[in-house]
């Protein structure tokens, strides 16, 4: 008897590979606050997702890191977590306070006439977000909760406004008990990747993005391209690198460490480079802390400048899991979304933009990992009234 069964779908190469798939998905896009302070430009950011293992996280703040260095408009990131979400939970909720603190202890102790420079502001910028990332590893592989900032920043001069109060003690303690609550007794499990972005805007309103990253999301701009003359032009390129064992730049550091015996590089039958002990198909990491020492909490920082014209009236930067970039590399993405554009006659707003390349993924592949997409939009003149509440959508797979 044939063992082939007519009445049932053929299986897509992920279900062949033992993925389950699901043929209904969920998802849900969300406009987050915009940042209107500025004269000439606002920034309007929105995240797109679908779950299947509810290991995603993302993290959206515009004053808490202000607090610290003024000129920062805008930090976020996406966050991915393995092995459970313990981590990638504990970076929602500590990579902004981290970051602050960073900043807060790397300026200058005694207030000083003199601005700083650029190249001071840059070098402060990446140092900090550097040691954040480290920082938020060492917290949580100790079982401690995020700096609580009660610290008022010794930068303040006497003409500057008093720092905002601390969180209220109520708050502190609730955050302390649901991460204890989480983990329990047990040693924190999992680690998670980091792509993150900072928008600096120093007093002439020229804007510079940091993006730093730690494993496989990525981020990715449409910077100088694309124009509202010429939708047809418009290309999407990397910022970051995606750290895996196979990188160029990551192999060279894996040799060093496999010569010294931390780490052994292993290509195994589904042919995934992973790294032993622990298995990681990544070559850096917030948390696994009992797994090898090659995976790093290190970021790699990458700087970009964003001009705005009368023909480039915005600027978008979209960040992004591994889930959405395994399904469609950055060439695919630009393509989706140059379609859509010329169809509609107008570059896509935030929301827009996430929510498309969302369902695009999803519609090409199904779900075999949570899919995250937060999309930073940098346009010239004010805000236009905001979307309220989420747009869900049901994307059924064929």
Do not use: W
């Not at 290991?55 to 991915?80: H, K, M, N, Q, W």
């Not at 609580?148 to 008990?177: C, E, F, G, I, V």
């Not at 609550?181 to 007093?203: E, F, H, K, P, Q």
């Not at 090898?292 to 964003?306: L, M, Q, R, S």
């Amino acid at each position: 008897m044939s063992s082939c069964n007519t009445a049932n779908p053929p299986m897509s190469p992920k279900e062949s590979r033992g993925f389950p798939l699901s043929r209904t998905v969920m998802t849900k896009t969300e406009c987050l606050p915009a940042v209107s302070r500025f004269d000439s430009f606002h920034i309007q950011s929105a995240i797109s997702t679908a779950s299947l293992k509810g290991e995603d996280r993302s993290c959206f703040d515009t004053t808490t890191v202000a607090s610290a260095l003024p000129t920062v408009a805008l930090f976020a990131g996406v966050f991915d977590g393995h092995d459970g979400p313990d981590c990638s939970e504990y970076c929602r909720i500590g990579m902004i306070p981290h970051v602050t603190s960073a900043l807060i202890t790397s300026s200058p102790e005694s207030p000083t006439t003199t601005k700083p420079t650029q190249e001071s502001l840059r070098k402060l910028i990446n140092s900090s977000l550097i040691s954040a990332f480290k920082d938020c590893e060492e917290h949580f592989a100790k079982h401690l909760p995020p700096p609580a900032l009660s610290r008022a920043s010794s930068t303040s001069s006497a003409s500057s406004p008093p720092p905002p109060d601390p969180p209220p003690a109520s708050t502190l303690s609730l955050l302390k008990q649901m991460l204890l609550c989480r983990c329990g007794t047990r040693l924190r499990r999992g680690g998670t990747t980091a792509n993150c972005i900072l928008l600096n805007v120093d007093s002439s309103e020229n804007i510079s993005a940091f993006v730093a990253n730690c494993g496989d999301s990525r981020c990715i701009t449409d910077v100088g391209t694309g124009s509202s003359s010429d939708l047809a032009n418009l290309k999407f390129s990397n910022i970051s690198e995606d750290h895996r064992p196979t990188s160029r730049k990551e192999r060279t550091r894996l040799r060093s460490a496999e010569m010294r015996g931390e780490v052994n590089v292993v290509r195994d039958h589904m042919k995934t480079t992973r790294l032993y002990p622990g298995g990681l198909a990544v070559s850096r990491t917030i948390g696994d802390v009992s797994l090898t020492k090659a995976a790093i909490a290190t970021p790699e920082v990458t700087e970009c400048e964003v001009a705005l014209t009368d023909d480039m009236p915005n600027v978008r930067f979209l960040l992004g899991t591994d889930g959405i970039f395994d399904t469609m590399e950055t060439r695919e993405i630009t393509e989706v979304i140059r379609a859509e554009e010329e169809e509609k006659g107008e570059r896509l707003n935030a929301k827009d933009l996430a929510k498309t390349v969302l369902v695009k993924c999803l519609e090409k592949s199904g779900i075999s990992d949570d899919m995250s997409v937060l999309v930073v939009d940098i346009c010239k003149g004010k805000p236009p009234t905001p979307t309220l509440g989420p747009d869900t959508v049901e994307v059924r797979l064929d």
